[in-house]
């Protein structure tokens, strides 16, 4: 141990003595024989005493929070609380009948995954996927969503019902504050990827009556059950499939296409 001296006379005195201490010991001692054991301690403790001042500054730095709403953690003030609580909560969860976990294959994104043309590119993550037997384009994937959103306008084409939703209490808040009202929820079976390499789950979605050049948003729920990893650089998602690791990626003329679109409404 770095800070043991006494151990270190100790040692000190037995190789003086002529017996061999172990490798990691004589590295150390023989270093110390070269030069001023006295100056190598009060550099070490100078080191140190400096390291550890660095970790107070940092451990002291302001914190800005990020911001979280909508109904994932719960559709009540009370539910919401005790999601929030589960963090603070530690429970130990056994393997049943001692099942070991399935090895599961890697994802790894390569240069070979990486998009032709420009960069950087600065294209959102616009991808398309089945929903309820349709195949939906134009879908954003934002990380920065708490909630899978299908917009009321895509909702109506897929042939569906404001009879099919599901009540929702609470309104979803944006980045600036202002909340918005939903129309429901509804859960949708999902098929995302290309054959063979499928992936099929049921969604949640929670549907908003508002004008948006996207057809829906596919936040941190969907990403999570789908068990998928994203990457901007190259972009592309990627998940587990029964087959294999499957891809979706960006349908890039519409990613640019909605962002134009959207510049073109905030000029007006």
């Known amino acids: ?28 001692f023989v270093a110390r024989e070269d030069g001023d ?47 929030a609580r589960q963090l603070y909560v530690r429970t130990v969860y056994g393997r049943e009948g001692g099942s070991k976990k399935a090895c599961r294959e890697p994802i790894a994104f390569t240069d070979k ?24 384009r134009r879908i954003l994937v934002d990380t920065g969503s708490s909630v899978n959103v299908l917009y009321l306008e895509t909702f109506v084409k897929m042939g569906l019902s404001r009879e099919q939703l599901a009540s929702v209490k609470t309104p979803l808040a944006s980045f600036t504050g202002d909340s918005v009202e939903t129309e429901g929820s509804i859960v949708l079976p999902v098929e995302v990827g290309t054959y063979p390499d499928v992936q099929k789950l049921d969604m949640k979605f929670i549907v908003f009556d508002l004008a948006c050049f996207h057809n829906a948003i596919l936040g941190r729920p969907g990403l999570e059950d789908l068990g998928a990893l994203i990457s901007v650089e190259h972009l592309c998602l990627k998940f587990r499939a029964p087959s294999g690791v499957g891809t979706v990626r960006c349908d890039r003329r519409a990613a640019r296409y909605c962002y134009l679109q959207a510049c073109r409404g905030m000029s007006k």
């Open 37 to 83: 054991p006295s100056e190598t301690v009060e550099g070490n403790r100078c080191k140190q005493s400096a390291t550890d001042e660095e970790e107070i500054q940092w451990r002291q730095k302001p914190v800005i929070n990020m911001i979280v709403d909508g109904p994932e953690g719960g559709d009540s003030a009370n539910t919401r609380k005790a999601w």
């Open 1 to 28: 141990m770095e800070e043991c001296y006494y151990l270190k006379k100790i040692m000190e005195g037995i190789i003086q003595q002529g017996t061999p201490p172990p490798n990691q010991w004589r590295g150390r």
């Open 113 to 136: 995954d990486l998009p032709t043309g420009e960069t950087p590119h600065r294209d959102a993550l616009v991808i398309a996927m089945d929903v309820n037997g349709v195949v939906v």
